[in-house]
Every structure is written in C-alpha cells, then in structure tokens.
C-alpha cells in the first residue's frame, strides 16, 4: 500500500466513539465488557491529544425515550420501555477520563439537531444518528475545514459503530489508525479485515511516545 495509509499524527483527530457511562460502567443498562478497563488508555491518550493542540471529537449517541431516532433492529427494545443513553441522564453523559472539565454535560438539543457542541479548544462532541460517525453528520467536513487527513480511533465496542465509522472513514481516504488497547470488542479476524483496508495499529504506550516527540 505504498506510503498512502500511513497516519500523520500532526494532522491527525482523536475520534472517541460511544465512552458513556451506560456503556462503560460495570452493570450499567448497556456495559460493553471491556470498555470500563481501558478507560485509564483513553483518559491518557485524550490528554495527549490536548498537550499537542491536536483535534479531539468525542461522538456519542442518544435514544429518545420513545425509541423514534433507534435503530429498525432497537425500536422494539425501546417500545418495551428501555431507556439508554436517554437525552438528560446520567448514563448518556461523556465519562469523566475524557471530559476537559467534570462540569461538562451534553447539550442534548444541540446535538440531536445535528450540531456540534464546543467543549474546549480543538474539542468537540458530535452525535450520530446511527452505527457510522459519518452518517447524516457534519464529521466530514468539520475534519476537512481542519486540514485533518488521519484519525486515531479509540472507544466502545468495535464490532458495530466504531468498525462502521473505520469504514466510513477508509471511503473518504483518510488514514487510520486503531489503538488496540483502547478499544473494546476487538477480535483477530476483525483486525486482519481491517488490515485489509489500510487500518494501522498501535498501543497506547507507542503512541504516547510518539505524540510526545511531535
């Protein structure tokens, strides 16, 4: 593949996917084994990423209580009177490892209307409507207007939304990079698929060190 996929962390974006605590925390409604533990991985890449002045987006998703903006294959889940990630709660909130600020909470109205919500310089939330960051959102073009051609992926759950956004992000020709062990879910075939479409690889010590000699 030549030199085209390899990431440029001085142009690169952290792209966080779906650290809520209904995910995260052991027990919550929705935990994804796993993610609790990289938390300490991902709260140390983030800062990592604001030393450097370098981009942060932090996507996240939400479920009216209705189930009205779910998935076809959730709508029932939420018709039976579930409530994740519901807009207003606790457990939709960003978990404090990644938050610039403890004090910070989603504006839920802001991001269900499809816009992003500052939280601190070169740091923003960003809802998705479904399992991909990129669809019907204004990721793409937010990452354009930064001169951004590279994303570091990190966050919850690999085999649905965050393998939806690396492929959304391979068919825009950005280059990609996936931090094993701050990701939660991953498999061997996943990875050797993901190999197959440019994804590099990392760990959350190699690219500390990295972005510490940027």
Known sequence: MGNYTEPELSRSALLTIDMQYDFTLPGA???VPGTYAILPNLGSIAQAYRFNGLPIIHVVRLYLPDGSNA???RRTLFESGTRIVCPGTDGAELVNELKPSPALRLDSAKLLAGGLQTVAKQEWILYKPRWG??????????????????LTLVGCNYPNCPRATLIEASERDFRILLVEDAISGLYERGKQE????????SNTPKLLNQLSQL
Do not use: D, K
């Open 133 to 150: 960051a990129f669809y019907n959102t204004p990721l793409e073009s937010h990452l354009h207007s930064l001169r951004i051609n590279s």
């Open 29 to 31: 409604s929705a935990e």
């Open 194 to 201: 993901l190999q197959n479409i440019g994804v590099h690889f």
């Open 71 to 73: 998935e076809l294959c």
